[in-house]
């Protein structure tokens, strides 16, 4: 039996969750290695899914809630919205925000899919590329994670 465990501290100026005082990617990214180099794919996949899972569910709720307080906002609008002018605001925007979700969760799986490649695993890295580029469309769904629960037994 396999146990991981992280006691979470604080979060950071960049949303980033620190972990007894390290950024989660400085804790993260040696144990997705170590998991990688021992071809353990069952914990690399537990270390890095439910972030994922978690931030774009958080990218669906956003994407539902500009399409109801906006409803002439269509989808290609949503995904040009700029980022960098409307952080340099500092005002609140609700497709502001979303934009910021889905960088956020973009990066996540940019990340994820590399420390993939490193693996044989051809099937599932397919299957991941696939829900970062709806991701990146605004057309992923609560469906297209159902391959994402991955739990220690």
Known sequence: MRVISFSVCSIN?????????????????????????NNDLICLKVLCEKEIRFKIEDTLKCVKNVKEDYLKTTTEEMISYNLEDYQKTKSYHLIGKLSSWSEKILLL???????????????????????NKKTQKLTVKKSDLKHIRQKLE
């Open 109 to 131: 799986l940019n990340r994820y899919i590399g420390l993939l490649k490193l693996t044989n695993d051809y099937n599932y890295i397919k299957m991941i590329e696939d829900l």
């Open 13 to 37: 100026e960049k949303d980033r969750i620190g972990i007894r005082g390290y950024v989660k990617d400085e804790i993260t990214k040696p144990f997705a290695e170590y998991f990688i180099k």
